[in-house]
């Protein structure tokens, strides 16, 4: 088994990544090789906090952006998810072990999701 480390994922909120406070990691690794391929951030209680603080304080702008304009940014990551489909699937299929063929098939269904919420 492969312990080269390619990438770190990080935590994400206000539209940035940030590194979390607990120090600690988890491997990724590819089910089919079972190489390890990264290191997941692992959060805090704190980190947590953090993130539900910052969601809970965007909510109220949110809320109160009109219709259209949620819809739009809603159609927005719709197309994003259709443009980036294959990457998408590349990347189930790397970290669960899906053959493309299913892992586009769960992209697909995750777009099902997402048009269901601009209806």
């Known amino acids: 088994m492969s312990t080269n480390i390619t990438r770190e994922i990080a935590h994400w909120s206000d539209g ?3 590194a979390g406070t607990s120090g600690n990691t988890a491997p990724v690794t590819n089910p089919a090789t079972g190489a390890v391929t990264g290191q997941v951030a692992l959060a ?4 947590a906090r953090a993130v ?21 940014i809603i ?7 259709n443009q980036r489909k294959g990457e998408l699937a590349e990347i189930i299929t790397s970290e669960h072990g ?3 063929s299913d892992a586009l ?6 777009q099902e999701v997402v ?5």
């Open 115 to 119: 048009e269901f919420a601009c209806g």
């Open 16 to 18: 940035k990544t940030f």
């Open 98 to 100: 899906k053959v493309v």
């Open 75 to 81: 159609f927005t990551f719709r197309e994003l998810l």
């Open 44 to 47: 805090s209680v704190e980190d």
């Open 105 to 110: 098939g769960e992209v697909s269904r995750g």
């Open 52 to 72: 539900i603080d910052s969601a809970a304080a965007a909510f109220p702008a949110w809320r109160d952006t009109s219709l259209a304009k949620r819809t739009q």
